[in-house]
């Protein structure tokens, strides 16, 4: 290390007691007397000086952003100041300012004063001001700003927070008589902990950590210290006092060298941030600004580097793996050399020699050998195996391990350049270069030198060649001269040199750099040249080792320049030699091909084998195996060799040379190059052409190009492989063009087409496929699997043979898509009856199960009307069997069509039923409920819903009769109490039931006045008559049923009925009655008389007190004598016959559904087929066709 003077300055009769630099490092604030100066630091002139202290000014500081600065003075006040140099504000303590310190985080100012110390903040109005108990001498803040440290007269250092408390208190062994006069943190952000540097006049340096525990032992100085600061990045310390010089340490306090000595103390010396520049302020007013220049220091051998680093420790660095290891000497590293496992260090007063643990090339732990306690002083170090080379300008001495001086030389002129060439331990050569210009190789063994050359000019750079043959010498003008070294002879030279190394492994190699280029020579070879940073200054195999400023790095150099060079002249074995030094991939495959081409099999072998291409290994060991046979035709060998490479036309041309034109034609069909063969063959072949066409098309079967392969089947007229191909790749354009260009005969291939369209769903295609061919099956199946139901349901209507093939399907789908009622219907126009029946039984059990009664209901008259279906079909047996079922369902049917509206009437807190309705039900429920209950239908809901209506309706001994039924049930908890409670309240009401109610339950056969719960069912007690109900209100309609006489038909009846001419004063007598008093009596009154006025009556008439059923039996003038207006048919398909009903009383309207047979007051009906837009019953839709 040197310290160069930039500037120096004097002003004179002050002492310069502080410095400080602004942050950017531009300016220098110098507290000089009353006056704070402002300097540039680049050149040392003063730009302003700044007044407004009228005392001695003690100290200054700038803040970490740059934007102002403080100074403190003996007038006892603090002035801030902008970084425009403008004053800004003042504040005083009441002794003299001691010291300031910015804080680098919060930017709060530290001033600190001879009894006490300040902490101002700009955003405060105030100063916090606190005591000490001595004088304060210096201050300083931690790097993340938190603490404040303070020196003090008594020798203690006192470290306080943010606010002023101390938290650790530090008291020097010396106390008063070692007053602590500079302190500082170590800015470094490596260190783990706070670091601080305290330098007191007991003439110690200490280290500290924050916690006050002490770092090391204390570092003994010579003189008493004023000032102590820190390079930027903390690596190391500049002290400065009374020994009148500044001197630079390691952040450890090791001495490493003298700055600047002056004429006066040093009293204040800061370094410029983030540089080498440090600036002195001495006693008598002088400002000296000096630049350090730390020189390299550093040895290397083949792939091991060793270098200087902190000016204390050593670092060897293992240049292909990137090992480091660091060796701390803890003292100046003046000189450093290493040789094979040796590494030897030269410190002020000795030299230590190391030596690795093991053989091991990679191997980076070192171990003190030995150490020559000496002080020498030397311009080169040179290690050996076992001795020290010391050189001094002309002298050369040799010195073994223990320090014995062995051998000594003198030259003619002073030594420029020295090098160990290698050699057997104890006999290593050295070669050495003179300013002279000439060359000498001396063996450490022996005495005498060896001039090897003499150049006329000095030598700056040398290197010898692996097998010694060969001297390159760089001058210093630059130039690069390489000699034969037996013959003397210059081989060639080279301009712009500042460096050159043989290639360790290779003997025809070696690179140079200069003028930020690398260059690399092989042989007698034009150099290639690359661009470079810094100088090379060894090459190994590719491996050049370059060292840019202080930094050494292995660059890895492809030798392909060189290997291109020796391939040019056809040198395959020394291309090779040289692309085993280091190339790129793509270099070995040129190589590898060059000496193919060259019909070098075994240098081609080899270059294969490293890029693993088996595939030129198997040809070169066909060659091999050939030429073992006893082939020897280099052309043809050239030939398989341009095929593989892809020269096809030039193998061609050699192939016909050499007589093989069918090993071209075999080629070229292999390749699908059928244009190339035909012309090869040319157009006189026919038996070659037919050969070509027949590989060409079992190419197009196997190409990966299949659209041109179809192209080609077809125009080979292969129309089968072509569609088979087209439709594998899904070509749907391309398939469609075949279908309509083939003709409907050809059936086979349109049904592969019609195949190919169905597997890529497209469903258009086929279907016009089938349709050309015809097929109306295939075409049925198609629109079934596509589920193109419209398309088949049209088909179907023109051949209604297929009706099986589509409408079972279509059930299915419906099925699987959970549409179970539409699944139905389907499998009925099937004529798939059990499928039919199965799906509207599931649905009726799931409609049961889930409570929807009223889906139930319509479910079980779908069943029967299933049933009546059967039975039309089926024999006899099968028949009655199917009718009773039917029978059975129509009452299931109706059974849970009136319990839907119990249960929502029990269930939901709202009912859209008038209570006489509900009454109606509860008892038609009950009545026929006689005999086994249907599952779902819940006969204590029932008999719950008949005891409240009836309590309502005033049917008050019913509803008691209900609630004693209900006691004998088990009721759900919900009802308990509503039951129990009406239970008691009933008890309070008359035993009867309203008169109202009871004539409503009037026969209109006999005219019994019947009670409102019949144990017998829906029938009259007296002539046992069925009643009709309205299928809405269910209140017994005015209807009676009446049957033909045996030989009068259905049509002959209707058409009986149509004549309409029944006698003309009957109708007039009739309503008279009506208008005179109750129609239920006049009709039993009408007396024999009316019976031959009206037919009709007088067959109504019956035995009295019969237990059996005489229904009413009409003949041809009964029926004669009726108007079609009073009478209603249910006209059922057959088997079952045709049901007749007379209207007793006309004016009463009734309507009856003529798919279900359902009858219903007028007014209801319409009601309720606004609401639905069908009929409740049945769910016909009011604009289906019956």
């Known amino acids: ?219 003994t100085l010579t003189y008493d210290p004023c000032c102590v600061s820190y390079f930027s990045k903390g690596e190391y310390i500049v002290l400065g006092g009374s020994d009148k010089q500044a001197s630079l340490y390691t952040k450890d306090g090791v001495r490493l060298a003298t700055i600047g000595e ?173 300013k002279n210009g000439a060359i000498l190789k001396i063996f450490v063994d022996n005495p005498f030198p060896i001039t090897l050359l003499k150049l006329s000019t000095s030598v700056r750079c040398l290197d010898m060649s692996a097998s010694r043959s060969k001297l390159a010498v760089v001058d210093e003008h630059n130039t690069l ?8 002879e210059l081989l060639f030279q080279e301009p712009n040199a500042n460096s050159v190394a043989w290639n360790t492994q290779c003997e025809d190699m070696l690179c140079f750099s200069g003028n930020g280029y690398l260059n690399i020579k092989a042989s007698n070879f034009p150099v290639h040249q690359q661009k470079m940073q810094g100088f090379m200054v060894g090459y190994n195999g590719s491996k050049i080792f370059c060292l840019h400023v202080y930094a050494m790095s292995a660059v890895e150099v492809p030798q392909s320049a060189p290997m291109y060079q020796y391939l040019e002249r056809k040198m395959y074995k020394e291309a090779y030699q040289i692309a085993c030094l280091g190339v790129t991939d793509s270099d070995w495959r040129d190589l590898a091909t060059d000496a193919l081409e060259g019909l070098d099999f075994d240098t081609a072998k080899k270059a294969f084998i490293r890029i693993r291409d088996l595939r030129y290994l198997e040809l070169i060991n066909s060659i091999e195996e050939r030429k073992k046979r006893g082939e020897s035709d280099n052309e043809l060998f050239l030939a398989d060799v341009y095929a593989y490479q892809g020269k096809f036309h030039e193998a061609a041309q050699l192939y016909k040379r050499s007589g093989h034109q069918h090993r071209a034609l075999s080629m070229y069909t292999d390749l699908r190059q059928f244009e190339y063969a035909k012309d090869f063959v040319g157009a006189t072949d026919p038996k070659s052409s037919r050969i070509l066409m027949t590989k060409q098309a079992d190419w197009a079967r196997s190409s990966k190009e299949p659209r041109a392969a179809a192209e080609m089947y077809l125009s080979a007229g292969e129309h089968l492989k072509a ?107 099937a004529g798939r009856q059990n499928e039919a029946v199965k799906v509207l039984e599931q649905l009726t059990h799931n409609a049961v199960v889930e409570n929807r009664f009223n889906d139930a209901g319509y479910y079980y008259w779908m069943l029967s009307m299933q049933c009546m279906d059967i039975a039309r079909a089926e024999s006899e047996d099968q028949r009655d069997e199917m009718l009773k079922k039917f029978e059975r369902f129509q009452h299931l049917a109706e059974l849970y069509h009136v319990y839907r509206s119990i249960q929502r009437y029990t269930d939901e807190p709202f009912s859209s039923h008038m209570p006489e309705t509900l009454f109606n039900i509860c008892r038609f429920l009950l009545n026929n409920l006689a005999k086994d209950v249907p599952p779902g239908i819940s006969k204590v809901n029932t008999l719950y819903a008949l005891a409240k209506q009836s309590r309502r309706l005033g049917a008050y001994k019913l509803a008691r009769y209900s609630y004693e039924k209900l006691q004998e049930l088990h009721v759900p908890s919900r009802f308990q109490d509503s039951v129990e409670l009406g239970s008691l309240n009933i008890r309070s009401k008359p035993f009867h039931d309203s008169e109202d109610l009871i004539e409503g339950m009037m026969c209109y056969r006999c005219s019994t006045n019947n009670p409102l719960l019949n144990s017998q069912g829906s029938v009259c007690i007296n002539c046992r008559q069925p009643f009709i109900y309205s299928a809405s209100s269910y209140e017994v309609l005015p209807l009676v049923q009446f049957y033909l006489e045996e030989g009068v038909g259905d049509e002959e009846a209707v058409s009986l009925i149509d004549l309409e001419v029944p006698p003309a004063d009957r109708r007039d007598a009739r309503w008279q009655d009506v208008d005179h008093g109750e129609l239920q009596t006049l009709r039993m009154n009408e007396g024999l008389d009316d019976a031959e006025e009206d037919p009709f009556t007088a067959k109504m008439s019956f035995e009295q007190g019969g237990s059996t059923f005489v229904p009413v039996k009409v003949g041809r003038p009964a029926l004669r004598s009726m108007s079609r207006r009073d009478v209603l048919i249910k006209r059922w398909p057959r088997p079952l016959n045709w049901e007749y009903f007379r209207s007793l009383l006309p004016d009463v309207s009734i309507t009856m559904c003529p798919t279900c047979f359902k009858m219903f007051h007028s007014e209801d009906y319409e009601l309720l087929v606004l609401q639905h837009n069908c009929c409740p019953y049945c769910r016909r839709p009011i604009d289906e066709q019956n």
Not at 806 to 821: N, S
Request: aromatic share 10%; with cysteine.
């Open 481 to 488: 001269l390489v000699y034969d070294i037996v013959s003397k």
């Open 723 to 829: 569609i088979d191909l087209i439709g594998e790749h899904g070509w749907e354009d391309m398939l469609i063009d075949i279908a309509r260009k083939l003709d409907k005969a050809e059936r086979e291939l349109l049904a592969k087409c019609a195949l190919h369209f169905k597997r890529l769903k497209h469903h258009g295609y086929a279907s016009e496929t089938y349709s050309k061919m015809g097929d109306l099956q295939a075409l049925v199946q198609l629109h079934v699997e596509t589920c193109h139901w419209e398309e088949a349901f049209s088909l179907v209507e023109k051949h209604p043979q297929f009706k099986n093939h589509v409408f079972v399907p279509y059930a299915q789908w419906l099925a699987e898509h959970d549409r179970f009622e539409e699944a139905q219907k389907a499998f009925h126009k």
């Open 262 to 434: 002056q004429s006066a103390w040093v009293w204040t010396c800061r370094v410029k941030p983030d540089s080498n520049f440090v600036v002195l302020g001495c006693q008598d007013g002088t400002i000296a600004c000096y630049q350090l220049i730390f020189s390299t220091v550093h040895g290397l051998y083949k792939d091991r580097y060793a270098y200087r680093d902190s000016m204390t420790d050593v670092i060897v660095q293992h240049l292909i793996t990137e090992q480091k290891v660091r060796i701390k000497c803890r003292e100046l590293v003046k000189k450093i050399a290493i040789y094979r496992n040796r590494l030897a260090i030269q410190l002020p007063e000795r030299i230590v020699i190391y030596e690795l643990y093991s053989d091991d090339s990679s191997d980076m732990h070192y171990r003190i050998k030995e150490r020559i306690c000496r002080k020498f002083e030397c311009n080169l170090l040179v290690a050996c195996s076992q001795h020290i080379i010391l050189c001094q300008e002309k002298r050369l001495q040799s010195l073994s391990f223990t320090s014995v001086k062995e051998k000594e030389w003198v030259m003619e002129s002073l030594i420029r350049y020295i090098k160990v060439i290698g050699g057997s331990p104890g006999r290593e050569g050295l070669l050495v270069g003179l």
């Open 1 to 219: 290390m040197r310290a160069v003077l930039a500037w120096k300055e004097t002003i004179r009769d002050q002492c310069i007691y502080d410095l400080a630099f602004k942050p950017d490092g531009s300016q220098l604030i110098i507290a000089a007397g009353l006056r704070v100066l402002v300097y540039d630091v680049a050149d040392g002139t003063i730009i302003q000086p700044l007044k407004g202290h009228k005392d001695t000014v003690y100290c200054v500081a700038y803040a970490k952003d740059g934007k102002r600065f403080a100074s403190g003075s003996a007038d006892k006040s603090i002035i801030i100041w902008t970084s425009k140099l403008e004053g800004i504000l003042r504040y005083t303590h009441n002794d003299s300012i001691q010291c300031v310190a910015y804080n680098p985080v919060t930017h709060q100012l530290a001033s600190c004063s001879s009894g006490d110390f300040g902490l101002w903040s700009p955003e405060q109005k105030s100063v916090n001001k606190h005591k000490v108990s001595s004088k304060i001498t210096c201050c300083g803040w931690t790097n993340d700003g938190q603490y404040l440290a303070l020196g003090m007269m008594n020798g203690v250092v006192s470290i306080r927070n943010k606010n002023g408390e101390e938290k650790v208190k530090i008291e020097r062994p010396g106390g008063s008589s070692s007053p602590i006069w500079s302190i500082v943190w170590n800015p470094s952000k490596d260190e783990h902990n706070d670091i601080l540097a305290v330098a007191d006049w007991g003439q110690k340096l200490s280290f500290y950590q924050l916690s006050g525990k002490q770092i090391g032992k204390d570092k």
